[in-house]
């Protein structure tokens, strides 16, 4: 259901041909690269969180790591997952699937400044079998992001895809 309401949001965006049904598994950033054939790094993992109680998506480069420092600077207290038996509650997709489309209309969107050194990423569909092929410009107009923000470790700016 999930990767239906995805698809029909993108469909009403003149831009169905870009969600991608997969046979093979995207659920974890490996193996969405390999089922797309992209480097994982452009896969844009999409990660949830509590924050102030509420639901926030954090979207990241498939190579970038979560900070504690640095979510900690940002939203002012310790970053708390939201637990994967209450993603779907929470944000509208399971776990596998999540992404910053066709979400509960509660939920903020981040994007992390580690995606910047892309043309495109490929966030996942609303299921653990789908992705979404976006530029960068179409990744901010159709997640609804509230910022950029700067809270992830272990990627490097000078790796472009």
Not at 37 to 63: H, N, W, Y
Request: hydrophobic share 35%; net charge negative.
């Amino acid at each position: 259901m999930s990767f239906e309401r995805v698809r029909q949001y993108f469909a009403s965006a003149g831009l169905e041909e870009r969600v991608i049904a997969l046979e093979q598994s995207s659920a974890t950033v490996e193996e969405a690269a390999h089922a797309i054939g992209c480097q994982p790094r452009q896969i844009a993992k999409t990660m949830s969180f509590f924050a102030d109680e509420k639901p926030v998506l954090i979207v990241t480069a498939g190579d970038a790591k979560v900070d504690n420092k640095k979510y900690k600077s940002t939203f002012h207290q310790k970053a708390r997952m939201i637990p994967g038996d209450q993603v779907e509650d929470a944000i509208g997709h399971a776990p596998g699937g999540v992404c910053p489309f066709a979400i509960k209309p509660d939920v903020t969107v981040y994007l992390d400044v580690s995606l910047r050194r892309f043309e495109q990423v490929y966030p996942a569909g609303g299921n653990g079998h789908s992705a979404v092929k976006l530029s960068l410009e179409e990744l901010e107009e159709h997640s609804g992001y509230s910022g950029w923000i700067d809270v992830c470790k272990d990627w490097h700016e000078d790796e472009q895809a």
